[in-house]
């Protein structure tokens, strides 16, 4: 039995967007930095997560930070990588075989494709790559 494409879809949701779906995060417009807000905005953004690692023992995740680039490194071998995209005005996440670029919305980067939040996913990830749950700035 297919169920009509009008019964899939929340009424308030439907009305709002008269049966079209609703619009992708990278459709909808993001802030405008110029260079200088934008570097200052991902320097602190790294120099955060920096802080963050420096509570981890090195044996179990360690971190190399330079020009722009926060390497994770785990006692496996595996390298995650947090780095500002100037071209883009973005930060980009890449863990394992999936990555992430992030748009600054005026408070937070959030993801270009879903709109999750930089650091609540890097704590995700961490957290997976772990074993046990971390959390950026807690």
């Given amino acids: 039995v297919k ?14 967007n008269r049966g079209r779906p609703p619009p992708r995060i990278s459709d909808m417009p993001r802030q405008e930095l110029d260079e200088a807000r934008f570097s200052r905005l991902a320097a602190e953004c790294l120099r955060r997560v920096e802080g963050w690692l420096e ?5 179990e995740l360690d971190y190399r930070a330079a020009d722009g680039v926060l390497k994770l490194e785990f006692a496996d071998g595996t390298v995650f990588v947090l780095n500002r995209q100037g071209g883009n005005h973005q930060m980009w996440l890449a863990a ?6 992030y748009d600054w919305d005026g408070q937070r980067w959030c993801d270009d494709r879903d709109g999750h939040e930089l650091l609540e996913n890097l704590s995700r990830v961490v957290s997976e790559k772990l074993g046990r749950p971390v959390r950026v700035g807690g």
């Fill in 3 to 16: 169920i009509p494409d009008r019964l899939l879809v929340p009424r308030t949701q439907e009305s709002q």
């Fill in 55 to 59: 509570g981890f023992d090195p044996d």
């Fill in 96 to 101: 394992g075989v999936r990555a992430w670029h």
